[in-house]
């Protein structure tokens, strides 16, 4: 149940239209993008998820590619990784708009995972072009919404300054 209190934060929160606050938001909204990408190459991953639909194309084969040993990060499938990075960004990206003394550290945290996941984006890129030599059309998508996040984070950088 929502208190008098509870609903005062919600209504904080919803109400602020500072730029860094706008600029969290884009942050959230783009992670939650990615959290519908990546919920489905875990299920496939998972093998809850029979197949992976593709872009015609010798090139395109996401199963290959999901299901490669360059999917797995210290023993586990990638996606489901990813959708904790995800999660995470949500979660300190709401946390910070309350201006706290702890929003500092949420931001610090947060540009932290939006940075690593650009990187292991890119890097994700050059194995898939490089390496295995076929894409994943989600995987792409991922790389992108990593990549455009970091503009978010560049303006909420400039915004609290």
Avoid at 50 to 57: I, Q
Avoid at 130 to 138: A, E, F, T
């Amino acid at each position: 149940m929502i208190t008098t209190e509870d609903r005062s934060v919600i209504d904080e929160i919803r109400d602020d239209r500072s730029e860094a606050v706008e600029s969290r938001r884009k942050i959230a909204a783009l992670a939650a993008t990615g959290l519908v990408d990546f919920s489905f190459i875990s299920l496939y991953q998972l093998g809850y998820i029979k197949h992976m639909p593709d872009l015609p194309g010798e090139v395109f084969d996401s199963e290959k590619v999901n299901s490669s040993k360059d999917a797995v990060l210290l023993g586990i499938p990638d996606a489901p990784i990813s959708l904790l990075m995800y999660a995470a960004t949500v979660l300190l990206a709401t946390a910070a708009t309350r201006q706290t003394r702890y929003s500092r550290y949420f931001d610090l945290l947060m540009g932290s995972i939006i940075l690593g996941q650009a990187a292991g984006g890119a890097h994700y890129l050059y194995n898939m072009a490089k390496v295995q030599k076929k894409v994943c059309l989600y995987c792409v998508a991922g790389a992108l919404i990593n990549f455009v996040s970091v503009k978010p984070l560049l303006d909420l950088y400039r915004a609290s300054r």
